[in-house]
């Protein structure tokens, strides 16, 4: 954590370097995963990504053409699912970089911390080995975050560069553009212009001035709430949102939500690709969750000025957790995937945090054993996606009482012909909700199986 007498450009080659092998390292044996679950319904048995001409046509219907378009891009080239797995390690090679050049961005705005030149490069590291990130990187339609948040980045990089040098085609062309980008990918992108404004705040900006460097972008997310407002699709979720649960209950049921990811991020030791997390029906159902959330806001207030990074952290991820999920709640409280686009800041706030803490030499042999944990967690937690009997074996070790996960073990099994470890696992979905749709179909295509009627999978 010294200063680096090496010109910029080859300290940023070097990062890039190290970040590469950490990567490649780390989610080498990603590359032998399947298709996993979600990735059936969105690429596999989606006939409409498996053609240019058939992405074409459907761009007048749904949303997110950006990410569509990546899956037929690698359903074209015909390298199958290795093809996928290495353009989402590409695509995080890409992230981590950005969360390099963001760090070196807040930390020159920030003079009393310019004397630790290797935290960029550590917080990227971080970032980039992270066990959390691996349901956004190696399950294959967790690319739909990962792929988001390049644009998301890119899209704030282009904005500190024009805010730095006063260059409105950054400020007013690319920022903008990387946000409809991003809007294209995963509409959740909408919080963008938010950041941009937690940014100018957390890096001595003034709020007065915001509006003049950003109007271009709070514009576009006007008109992309106006398009979603206006689609079919989306009134339709909308409504369903709506009945989901009363404003109380949603309240908590999405506080606690964060606080169980921002656990994840913390201690990322029971990694879950579909937790069990319960549906509150009044505000203090979660007193807990929402203590800790208030503590989070008044931790973001009480140190923007000693401590604008740990500020900038808890803001961010309580802009990307929250907001969103309050208007439109899901069946699926949370998913890790979700901490993705949130860890960057929490990353460097950890790294600051712990260089301040600790003494320099101490800070470095810390930070370095807290990479190598991180990367042995995400290698071990790789192997739970080499199969989808493997990944939903341990969900169900996580998962107990959740019927779905039952259900998806279940579905397993019967693909690969284990056929009364399937029955067990339908009956067990059925035992926690007898009215479990996708076990009854499934155990009627066992039943059928067993009859000999049942085609092949």
């Known amino acids: 954590m010294s200063h680096s ?10 990062a890039l370097g190290w970040l590469t092998l950490a990567i490649a390292l780390s989610y080498a044996n990603a590359l032998i995963g399947t ?37 037929t891009l690698d359903w074209t080239l015909g390298f199958g699912v290795l093809g996928f797995h290495v353009t989402n390690l590409l695509i995080h090679l890409a992230v981590s970089w950005l969360a390099y050049l963001l760090s070196q961005h807040f930390i020159s705005q920030h003079a009393h911390l310019n004397s630790l030149t290797s935290l960029p490069l550590l917080t990227a590291l971080l970032f980039a080995l992270h066990p959390a990130n691996t ?23 282009a904005y500190a560069h024009g805010r730095c040098h006063a260059n409105r085609l950054h400020l007013h062309l690319l920022t903008p553009l990387y946000f409809a980008l991003a809007l294209l990918t995963k509409e959740t992108a909408v919080t ?21 460097r950003q109007w271009s972008s709070w514009l576009l997310m006007l008109a992309a709430a106006m398009f979603f407002l206006f ?3 989306y009134q339709s979720h909308m409504l369903n949102s709506v009945n989901f649960n009363n404003i109380g ?11 169980w990811l921002l656990k994840q991020w913390a201690m990322p030791l029971w990694l879950n690709i579909d937790p069990e997390l319960p549906v509150y029906h009044q505000v203090m159902d979660a007193p807990l969750a929402v203590l800790t959330a208030s503590l989070m806001l008044a931790a973001s207030w009480f140190f923007r000025s000693s401590r604008p990074w740990i500020t900038f952290a808890l803001a961010w991820a309580l802009l990307q957790w929250i907001p969103i999920y309050l208007l439109l709640p899901r069946l699926d409280v949370a998913n890790e995937r979700q901490i993705y686009l949130a860890a960057w800041p929490l990353c460097m706030a950890a790294i600051i945090e712990l260089a301040l803490f600790l003494k320099i030499a101490r800070a470095r042999y810390f930070i370095i054993t807290l990479l190598l944990v991180c990367a042995l967690l995400t290698i071990q937690r790789n192997q739970d996606y080499r199969s989808e009997i493997a990944l939903w074996e341990d969900t169900v070790l996580k998962s107990p009482g959740k019927a779905r996960v039952h259900n998806n073990l279940g579905h397993a099994y019967l693909l ?42």
């Open 5 to 14: 007498n090496k010109p910029a450009s080859h300290t940023d080659l070097g």
């Open 35 to 71: 298709f996993q679950f979600d990735d059936y319904n969105v690429i596999v048995d989606q006939s409409g990504v498996h053609s240019w001409s058939a992405w074409a046509a459907g761009l007048g219907h749904g949303i997110r053409a950006f990410l569509k378009a990546s899956y």
């Open 135 to 157: 349901e956004a990187v190696t399950y294959i339609s967790g690319r739909s975050v990962s792929l988001m948040s390049l644009f998301y980045l890119g899209g704030l990089l």
């Open 192 to 212: 963008f212009p938010f950041a941009l404004f937690l940014w100018e705040i957390c890096t001595r900006g003034s709020w007065r001035d915001a509006f003049t």
């Open 231 to 233: 689609s079919d699709s």
């Open 249 to 259: 209950g949603n309240v908590a049921t999405q506080l606690a939500g964060a606080v």
């Open 416 to 457: 690969a012909g284990r056929d009364q470890e399937a029955q067990h696992e339908f009956f067990t979905a059925l035992h926690i909700d007898p009215q479990q749709p996708e076990a009854l179909t499934n155990l009627q295509k066992l039943d059928s199986k067993k009859a000999g009627a049942m085609p092949r999978p």
